[in-house]
């Protein structure tokens, strides 16, 4: 299933949908433009060859550097990327699917980004959804009910934002 | 109310009305486990609608893991699951290591194993005994808790902690066992088995236990992974999969040689129910009554890997290795592991930049997902059901608010 033949399914499944995989990673890993994310997800869903009937846990990862120096040095332009990791009860294989967004919608911070929902596919990616959006700050459309999760429902700002500032103060409590 | 209702009250005594109500239950709910609020919708006595409420325990460990490095974690992930710190520190360093391309020693490697099958009973024990708690019965609790009080001395004895232990770490595990510490493991295995018939005397063949548990909160295979299940709560359904069997090379290599079966429904049998009650009448596959039995199975299983991981611990002549640096720098990359903790597949996924300090944390909750399927599981239940749904799924705030 893994391995180079995979990649070919899933590129006839999804025409350019896959714009990089990385097979020699110590977890192998496809990435997808962010707008194929629904089809690439209900066609492994789905389709009897791959069969990924459960997702595990879906990671945002804030790739920035708020110092100019280092920034220069990291080899990467900021971004977010979303880590969706799939598993398939039937076969017991895993698989990492990786897309890349940008920090904020039209370059406007605090407007989060967008993409879409997999909760219609996998029933876990409900919460899962839901504790992106809260601490990471990506708004996944077509969610049946987005709101925070783990932060109280007044808080303001994504936690796992590499460039959050911890607010002075919240209903009296002093923040920092 | 109408005018003819108010003026012949011998029409409301015929027609008793119940209202759609909103109650809440918790956060502070004694029969809830931690600090989880739950908001049922009901008439009557039916639940048509449960909404659970979490992040009471929310203490941003992953933000914390990015400004610390990598083995300077463990003592957090003590405290996601704090009533399996063992099977967390296993986790996370389990984790570290595959992204290090670290390989521990022989006598490391069943040590482990060692400890987190000790971990894996104290923790079922607990989740046995709040069970009862859950359903209105004390005992359990009590018996539950004395046994597990020689688990933590026996884990006290080994690294000084009864409840956080940052024992097991990234390259090894922090000391060696005392001496007579294996002596003394023995000595409560010894002990210990008979009791088990007991507690199945006091829960699992108890009419009133059968009763409460039995066929309540039905979760179907299908629904089960579908909502990202794992542990004791996707096998109460009948699904085949367990991660020291199923996982990963690294992990499953350290339960290489070790012989278990999987504690699985298979042909309408468990397969070690020869010896414990059988299913009752009662009970459908997939129910409360299967998933606590399920755990009550795996504190035996776990009994018999303590039993041969002892026998081949003893056997190692080579030393234990030294845990890497606290400042040890981790290659760039990222890694995904998950591992089979008492509570189900605990994942932790790392990044690495080449510094000590991690990229990203991330740690996948079990207990999470299987929260997440509760409104499912309490659709048309009653009210004095559901305390006995949320318990069958042996749930730690800790680790879901993380």
Same mark, same amino acid.
């Given at each position: 299933m893994r391995g180079p033949a995979f990649v070919e399914l899933l590129e006839a499944a999804v025409p350019g949908g896959v714009v990089g995989t990385n097979l020699e990673a110590i977890d192998p890993w496809v990435e997808v433009v962010p707008a194929a994310v629904a089809d690439v997800c209900r066609w492994l869903h789905d389709s009897s060859e791959t069969g990924f009937d459960s997702l595990q846990c879906i990671t945002a990862v804030d790739w920035f550097e708020?110092?100019?120096k280092k920034a220069a040095k990291a080899g990467w332009d900021p971004h977010l990327e979303l880590v969706y990791h799939l598993w398939s009860t039937r076969a017991r294989v895993s698989l990492v699917l990786k897309t890349k967004? /940008?920090?904020?919608?039209?370059? !406007? /911070?605090? !407007? /989060? /980004?967008e993409v879409a929902s997999v909760a219609g596919i996998w029933r876990s990616a409900d919460w899962h959804e839901r504790e992106v959006y809260d601490l990471s700050g990506v708004r996944f459309v077509g969610h049946p009910d987005l709101r925070r999760i783990l932060c109280p429902e007044d808080w303001e700002g994504f936690p796992l934002r590499k460039d959050y500032e911890m607010p002075l103060e919240y209903h009296g409590i002093r923040g920092r | 109310m109408s005018q003819v209702i108010d003026d012949d009250p011998r029409i409301i005594e015929f027609d008793v009305r119940t209202d759609e109500m909103l109650v809440n239950m918790g956060p502070q709910h004694p029969s809830t486990h931690g600090v989880l609020r739950l908001v049922l919708r009901t008439d009557g006595e039916v639940v048509s609608e449960v909404e659970p409420h979490i992040g009471y325990l929310h203490r941003c460990a992953e933000k914390i893991g990015e400004n610390i490095s990598a083995r300077q974690f &463990?003592?957090?992930? %003590?405290?996601? %699951?704090?009533l399996a710190g063992m099977n967390m520190n296993l986790g996370w360093s389990l984790a570290v290591e595959k992204l290090m391309r670290l390989q521990v020693t022989e006598k490391a490697r069943h040590l482990r194993v060692l400890i987190a099958e000790l971990g894996r009973i104290a923790s079922h024990l607990v989740g046995m005994g709040a069970y009862g708690l859950d359903l209105g019965t004390f005992s359990p609790f009590l018996y539950a808790f004395r046994e597990r009080e020689k688990i933590l001395n026996l884990f006290e004895e080994a690294c000084g902690a009864r409840l956080t232990y940052s024992y097991i770490t990234v390259g090894g595990l922090t000391a060696d066992l005392p001496p007579g510490w294996l002596g003394r493991c023995e000595a409560f295995l010894n002990e210990f088995e008979p009791i088990i018939r007991e507690y199945h005397a006091l829960l699992t063949t108890n009419a009133i236990f059968v009763k409460r548990t039995g066929g309540i909160g039905v979760l179907s295979p299908e629904m089960a992974i579908n909502y990202g299940c794992s542990g004791p709560v996707l096998r109460g359904s009948g699904v085949d999969q367990d991660m020291r069997r199923d996982g990963e090379p690294i992990y499953t290599a350290m339960y290489d040689g070790y012989a278990f079966e999987v504690a699985v429904m298979k042909d309408g049998t468990y397969p070690r129910d020869r010896a414990y009650p059988a299913v009752p009448a009662d009970a459908v596959l997939g129910d409360c009554w299967h998933r606590f039995f399920v755990r009550m199975l795996e504190v035996v299983q776990s009994m018999e890997l303590i039993r041969q991981a002892i026998d081949r611990y003893s056997a190692c002549t080579g030393s234990l290795g030294e845990p890497v640096k606290i400042a040890e720098k981790i290659p760039a990359g990222d890694v995904y592991l998950e591992t089979e903790c008492p509570k189900g597949q605990m994942g932790f996924y790392l990044i690495g930049n080449g510094t000590p300090k991690p990229w990203r944390v991330r740690a996948r909750s079990s207990s999470f997902s299987n929260l997440s399927v509760l409104p499912e599981l309490c659709h048309g239940c009653l009210i004095a059901d559901v305390p006995a749904i949320v318990g069958s799924l042996d749930i730690v705030?800790?680790? &879901?608010?993380?």
């Amino acid at each position: 299933m893994r391995g180079p033949a995979f990649v070919e399914l899933l590129e006839a499944a999804v025409p350019g949908g896959v714009v990089g995989t990385n097979l020699e990673a110590i977890d192998p890993w496809v990435e997808v433009v962010p707008a194929a994310v629904a089809d690439v997800c209900r066609w492994l869903h789905d389709s009897s060859e791959t069969g990924f009937d459960s997702l595990q846990c879906i990671t945002a990862v804030d790739w920035f550097e708020s110092d100019p120096k280092k920034a220069a040095k990291a080899g990467w332009d900021p971004h977010l990327e979303l880590v969706y990791h799939l598993w398939s009860t039937r076969a017991r294989v895993s698989l990492v699917l990786k897309t890349k967004l /940008p920090r904020w919608k039209d370059d !406007q /911070p605090g !407007q /989060p /980004p967008e993409v879409a929902s997999v909760a219609g596919i996998w029933r876990s990616a409900d919460w899962h959804e839901r504790e992106v959006y809260d601490l990471s700050g990506v708004r996944f459309v077509g969610h049946p009910d987005l709101r925070r999760i783990l932060c109280p429902e007044d808080w303001e700002g994504f936690p796992l934002r590499k460039d959050y500032e911890m607010p002075l103060e919240y209903h009296g409590i002093r923040g920092r | 109310m109408s005018q003819v209702i108010d003026d012949d009250p011998r029409i409301i005594e015929f027609d008793v009305r119940t209202d759609e109500m909103l109650v809440n239950m918790g956060p502070q709910h004694p029969s809830t486990h931690g600090v989880l609020r739950l908001v049922l919708r009901t008439d009557g006595e039916v639940v048509s609608e449960v909404e659970p409420h979490i992040g009471y325990l929310h203490r941003c460990a992953e933000k914390i893991g990015e400004n610390i490095s990598a083995r300077q974690f &463990i003592p957090y992930t %003590d405290r996601m %699951d704090y009533l399996a710190g063992m099977n967390m520190n296993l986790g996370w360093s389990l984790a570290v290591e595959k992204l290090m391309r670290l390989q521990v020693t022989e006598k490391a490697r069943h040590l482990r194993v060692l400890i987190a099958e000790l971990g894996r009973i104290a923790s079922h024990l607990v989740g046995m005994g709040a069970y009862g708690l859950d359903l209105g019965t004390f005992s359990p609790f009590l018996y539950a808790f004395r046994e597990r009080e020689k688990i933590l001395n026996l884990f006290e004895e080994a690294c000084g902690a009864r409840l956080t232990y940052s024992y097991i770490t990234v390259g090894g595990l922090t000391a060696d066992l005392p001496p007579g510490w294996l002596g003394r493991c023995e000595a409560f295995l010894n002990e210990f088995e008979p009791i088990i018939r007991e507690y199945h005397a006091l829960l699992t063949t108890n009419a009133i236990f059968v009763k409460r548990t039995g066929g309540i909160g039905v979760l179907s295979p299908e629904m089960a992974i579908n909502y990202g299940c794992s542990g004791p709560v996707l096998r109460g359904s009948g699904v085949d999969q367990d991660m020291r069997r199923d996982g990963e090379p690294i992990y499953t290599a350290m339960y290489d040689g070790y012989a278990f079966e999987v504690a699985v429904m298979k042909d309408g049998t468990y397969p070690r129910d020869r010896a414990y009650p059988a299913v009752p009448a009662d009970a459908v596959l997939g129910d409360c009554w299967h998933r606590f039995f399920v755990r009550m199975l795996e504190v035996v299983q776990s009994m018999e890997l303590i039993r041969q991981a002892i026998d081949r611990y003893s056997a190692c002549t080579g030393s234990l290795g030294e845990p890497v640096k606290i400042a040890e720098k981790i290659p760039a990359g990222d890694v995904y592991l998950e591992t089979e903790c008492p509570k189900g597949q605990m994942g932790f996924y790392l990044i690495g930049n080449g510094t000590p300090k991690p990229w990203r944390v991330r740690a996948r909750s079990s207990s999470f997902s299987n929260l997440s399927v509760l409104p499912e599981l309490c659709h048309g239940c009653l009210i004095a059901d559901v305390p006995a749904i949320v318990g069958s799924l042996d749930i730690v705030m800790g680790e &879901i608010d993380r």
